[in-house]
C-alpha cells in the first residue's frame, strides 16, 4: 500500500516540533524505475509537490537505491518504461539524473550522490554514505545493470575502500553510516549475504555505532549483544508490505513494524535518541537511545 503522502504530512508534524538541521533520503527515492531526465516530472510529483511542508525546508541528503538505478528486469518492461520518453532528449533509464545539478537548482533541498560524507557539530559526528547497489550479485546479470551510469559500472571493493579510508581517518565521536541495503534483516529468511561478510566486519571493526538503510519496505531495529552496530532499517516511507510479513529472528532482531512510517533522530552530546513513527500513531511506535563511547 502506498501511504507517501501520509508518511509525508506525519514527518512535517514532526518536524516541526523537532526542527531538524536536514532530513535523509535512504534510497528509492523516485519509484519504481528512477528518473528518466532530469525533467522527468516525477522529481516534483514525488519530491516537491509531496514534501512542500514549511518544516521540511531544509536540505535532504539521498543515496541511490536499486529502483534509482532505472529497475528493470525484462528488455520489454524497459521499453515500456522508456516509451514515456517519445522523443524527448536526453531521456533515458539512468542513476545519473539524480545526480545531477540540474536538480538541485530546481529544488534547493535536493542533494544526491553515490557515495559521500558529511561532518557535524565541528566534527562530533561523521555521516558515511555508501552505494551498496554493486554488492548485490542479482543485479549484475539484470537487464537494467547495463543502464548508463549503472551497476556494472561500479565496484562494490571500490566503495568498501573508500569507506574504510574514510572511517580510519575519522576522529569524530559519532560515525554512522547510511545505505539502501540492509546487513542484517527480521522479514527474509536469512540476512543479506551478499553484503554482510564484506560491510559488517568493517562497521565492527572502526566502532561504527549506527548503520541507517532501506529498501525493505517496513521499519525495523535489529542490535546483536556485544556488537557496537546498531541496524535501523526505515523503508516505509511510501509502497509498504500488503500482508503481513513472517518475522525472522536472524541475529539481535529487536523491532519490526510492518506498515508506512519513518525514523526521526536526535543527537546531543554523547546521546542519540531515535524514534520509529508509524503513521497509524501520532506517538513512536519505538523509540531507542544510542551513547557515544
Not at 137 to 149: L, P, W
Not at 174 to 198: A, M, S
Not at 209 to 237: D, K, M, P, W
Not at 247 to 262: A, I, R, T, V
Request: aromatic share 12%.
Amino acid at each position: 500500500m502506498q501511504n507517501q503522502t501520509a508518511v509525508a504530512a506525519l514527518m512535517a508534524q514532526v518536524a516541526d516540533s523537532l526542527k531538524p538541521d536536514f532530513i535523509l533520503s535512504m534510497g528509492d527515492n523516485f519509484y519504481e524505475n528512477g528518473l528518466l531526465s532530469v525533467n522527468d516530472p516525477q522529481f516534483h510529483s514525488s519530491f516537491s509537490e509531496v514534501y512542500s511542508a514549511d518544516s521540511l525546508q531544509v536540505p535532504w541528503h539521498a543515496i541511490l537505491g536499486n529502483h534509482d538505478y532505472g529497475e528493470c528486469w525484462t528488455d520489454e518492461s524497459c521499453a515500456e518504461v522508456t516509451a514515456r520518453c517519445q522523443g524527448q532528449p536526453d531521456c533515458y533509464l539512468s542513476p545519473l539524473h539524480q545526480l545531477d545539478v540540474a536538480l538541485w537548482e530546481q529544488d534547493w533541498r535536493w542533494h544526491c550522490e553515490r557515495s559521500f560524507m558529511l561532518t557535524l557539530g565541528n566534527g562530533v559526528a561523521d555521516l558515511f554514505f555508501i552505494d551498496t547497489n554493486p554488492a548485490i550479485s542479482d543485479y549484475q546479470t539484470a537487464v537494467f545493470a547495463n543502464n548508463t551510469g549503472g551497476i556494472l559500472q561500479q565496484s562494490w571493493q571500490e566503495n568498501l575502500l573508500e569507506l574504510e579510508a574514510n572511517l580510519a581517518r575519522s576522529t569524530a565521536q559519532w560515525k554512522l553510516v547510511i545505505g539502501h541495503h540492509p546487513v542484517r534483516r527480521n522479514n527474509r529468511p536469512d540476512n543479506n549475504l551478499d553484503i554482510l561478510p564484506t560491510l559488517e566486519p568493517v562497521l565492527e571493526k572502526y566502532g561504527v555505532q549506527a548503520y541507517f538503510c532501506g529498501h525493505e519496505h517496513n521499519l525495523q531495529y535489529i542490535h546483536r549483544q556485544n556488537s557496537s552496530v546498531h541496524y535501523v532499517i526505515t523503508g516505509g516511507g511510501s509502497l509498504t508490505d500488503y500482508s503481513p510479513i513472517v518475522h525472522f529472528d536472524n541475529g539481535g532482531s529487536q523491532f519490526q513494524y510492518w506498515g508506512s512510517g519513518f525514523v526521526s533522530c536526535a543527537m546531543e552530546g554523547s546521546s542519540l535518541s531515535c524514534d520509529f513513527y508509524g503513521i497509524t500513531q501520532q506517538k513512536p511506535v519505538l523509540s531507542i537511545q544510542l551513547t557515544a563511547y
